[in-house]
């Protein structure tokens, strides 16, 4: 079999394929743009994908570990696996136009501030693009597309993980969209969602106080708790908090308060040891109120393990495809939407990521380079970190909005709405399809990816699910009517 790097004919039909359906796919990320759908509530967003993929010759499984938008679509036969993942939740609160100025379409509704309408057809597309060529050929293999709802709330992959989805997989691909055109390669923060709910009494404020036992004061106290904890954390453990419920009027002792905690650091021990940490203070914090509680695991996550074999594969066919052909329309409103950022904020947001400060000059970004986070750790957390711990895993970035755009942003829905997002999924889909080719092509590269991760996993030790064993994924109430 002819050497991938000399089989030009692979380029050309998988990018080829990619040209020639622009306008579908294109249409498809428009209209899941539109569709805006939370986590686990995307069941228009995944019907398109998973009908595509199905007119494309894709086998597909609805409804993987307990979740009615996650879904596999299968392709093939035999080895080698090669599985590609797919995203496709919004984010509440970020209902925007696509103008660039903050003009909400629905008032607080919801919106694609990740581009996670652009990753999930740009997976899609490279998926099928790779099964042409392959099919065409008579290669044998097999390629799976992974349908992950809700990464947004860390819940898809890890339930899809705990149930063994990703185990008959050899490696697996991604990308998410960014502002550089680059591999990912550095890690993210392993984390747990968690509620603890407190159980007072209820009396009247102000004539009988005393015979009440306050819910929130206990909520209170866990509170101060956590915050004299920070003084004893190392420097990149994060714990951040909202109170989600803190009683209904002031003259009534609340019998029931509730606050939600996320636990991040750069380690899932460390997430553990934190978290046995925050337990003692809920134990004292009930003691010293005269309540109880008890606690709602959400979900939890590992820290991301990039593969590097992988990595290199991915960035030698970002070199083949080049950077997204961005034109003076789309410049144009790279200029206003940068025009928008608060002072500062592109600075921030460049140096934050690592690149170089060069980029603070550029409105987008038009070349490929090097990655530029590889040893580091991103502030964040990713439900693919997950997927790294039980297969060799890698993902990369094109540029789908202006240098140093805020995440989880109105000026980030309005970019991945528009022809700025959209060519970076183009691009997006064309890496993933030439990288799936010549995986399939070159058994060595993933006997290779595999000695790198196996090597890995022997250092860090075996993945457990963080997720209890009888936890259910938290399918909102009416998504389950509507099943």
């Avoid at 595509?52 to 036969?77: H, N």
């Avoid at 103008?99 to 652009?118: R, T």
């Avoid at 996550?301 to 074999?309: A, F, G, Q, S």
């Avoid at 750790?377 to 909005?401: E, I, K, L, Y």
Wanted: with cysteine; net charge negative.
């Amino acid at each position: 079999m002819a050497n991938f790097m000399e089989t030009v004919k692979v380029n050309d039909l998988v990018t080829t394929w990619v040209e020639e359906h622009a306008a579908d796919l294109i249409k498809w990320s428009t209209d899941i743009w539109n569709y805006a759908e939370l986590g686990l509530e995307e069941y228009q967003s995944s019907k398109l994908l998973a009908e595509q993929l199905a007119k494309a010759g894709f086998t597909i499984e609805m409804g993987v570990a307990d979740m009615p938008t996650a879904f596999v679509a299968s392709w093939g036969t035999g080895k080698p696996v090669i599985g590609i993942l797919g995203e496709y939740d919004a984010l509440p609160g970020l209902s925007q136009k696509l103008v660039p100025e903050k003009k909400p379409i629905i008032p607080e509704g919801s919106g694609h501030g990740c581009g996670h309408n652009i990753y999930g057809v740009a997976a899609a597309g490279g998926a099928i693009a790779a099964k042409e060529w392959l099919e065409k050929e008579g290669i044998p293999g097999t390629i799976k597309f992974y349908g992950c709802p809700a990464e947004e709330t860390l819940v898809g992959k890890v339930f899809m993980a705990r149930e063994g989805i990703f185990d008959d997989a050899d490696i697996c691909l991604t990308w998410h969209p960014g502002s550089v055109n680059t591999i990912w390669s550095s890690s993210s923060l392993a984390m747990n969602s968690v509620k603890f709910n407190f159980y007072g009494k209820s009396s009247h404020a102000a004539a009988n106080p005393e015979a009440g036992r306050s819910a929130l004061k206990a909520v209170q106290l866990m509170d101060i708790g956590v915050n004299f904890l920070r003084e004893h954390l190392i420097d990149p453990i994060r714990i951040h908090s909202t109170i989600t419920n803190g009683g209904g009027g002031p003259n009534v002792v609340p019998d029931k308060a509730q606050i939600w905690y996320y636990i991040r650091a750069p380690h899932r021990s460390e997430v553990e040891e934190t978290y046995d940490k925050l337990i003692n203070i809920a134990k004292g914090a009930a003691l010293m109120t005269g309540t109880e509680y008890d606690i709602d695991f959400i979900t939890g996550c590992y820290e991301m393990l990039p593969n590097k074999i992988l990595g290199e594969v991915l960035l030698n066919n970002m070199k083949k495809v080049g950077a997204p052909d961005f034109d003076q329309q789309d410049m144009k409103l790279a200029k206003e939407l940068t025009d928008s950022f608060d002072p500062g904020m592109k600075e921030l947001v460049v140096k934050t990521s690592g690149a170089s400060s060069k980029l603070i000059e550029q409105l987008l970004h038009e070349e490929v380079v090097e990655p530029f986070d590889e040893g580091k750790s991103m502030s964040g957390s990713t439900d693919v970190a997950d997927v790294s711990w039980n297969v060799p895993t890698a993902q990369f970035t094109t540029a789908c909005a202006p240098i140093g755009t805020p995440g989880h942003s109105w000026q980030n829905v309005v970019a991945v709405g528009s022809s700025i997002g959209q060519k970076g999924m183009l691009s997006a889909a064309k890496i993933l399809g030439l990288s799936v080719v010549e995986l399939m092509l070159d058994a060595d590269l993933i006997t290779k990816a595999n000695e790198e991760f196996i090597n890995e996993i022997k250092q860090k030790g075996e993945y457990i699910s963080p997720l209890p064993e009888d936890l259910k994924p938290p399918v909102p109430v009416k998504v389950k009517e509507m099943k």
